[in-house]
């Protein structure tokens, strides 16, 4: 987040980020689709928050604890966010 120099997109996403700690799957959030990012047990989700885009893994194994691990945020505008993603987990 040190790269998102707009204080509105920082607040924008920090709110973000603590309603995903309650609620991992808001109705606006849409599974990533795509063979790619679904190998080794990822299973990523996204969710848009003005111009950014949070892409997050969602880990429902446990009985009672779903645990959202935040992967990439970015532009939403182009497919960085998604070239991000490849390198880190591809």
Same mark, same amino acid.
């Given at each position: 987040?040190?790269?998102?120099?707009?204080?509105?997109?920082?607040?924008?996403?920090?709110?973000?980020?603590?309603?995903?700690?309650?609620?991992?799957?808001?109705?606006?959030?849409?599974?990533? !689709?795509?063979?790619?990012?679904?190998?080794?047990?990822?299973?990523?989700? $996204?969710? /848009?928050?003005?111009? *950014? &885009?949070?892409?997050?893994?969602?880990?429902?194994?446990? !009985?009672?604890?779903?645990?959202?691990?935040?992967?990439?945020?970015?532009? $939403?505008? /182009?497919?960085?966010? *998604? &070239?991000?993603?490849?390198?880190?987990?591809?």
């Amino acid at each position: 987040m040190r790269d998102i120099g707009n204080r509105k997109h920082l607040g924008q996403i920090a709110r973000q980020l603590d309603a995903l700690s309650v609620n991992p799957r808001p109705q606006d959030a849409r599974p990533i !689709q795509g063979e790619a990012y679904r190998v080794n047990g990822w299973n990523f989700f $996204r969710v /848009d928050v003005g111009e *950014y &885009r949070i892409v997050y893994d969602l880990d429902e194994s446990g !009985q009672v604890l779903i645990i959202a691990t935040v992967t990439v945020i970015g532009r $939403r505008n /182009d497919d960085a966010v *998604y &070239r991000l993603l490849g390198r880190r987990h591809g």
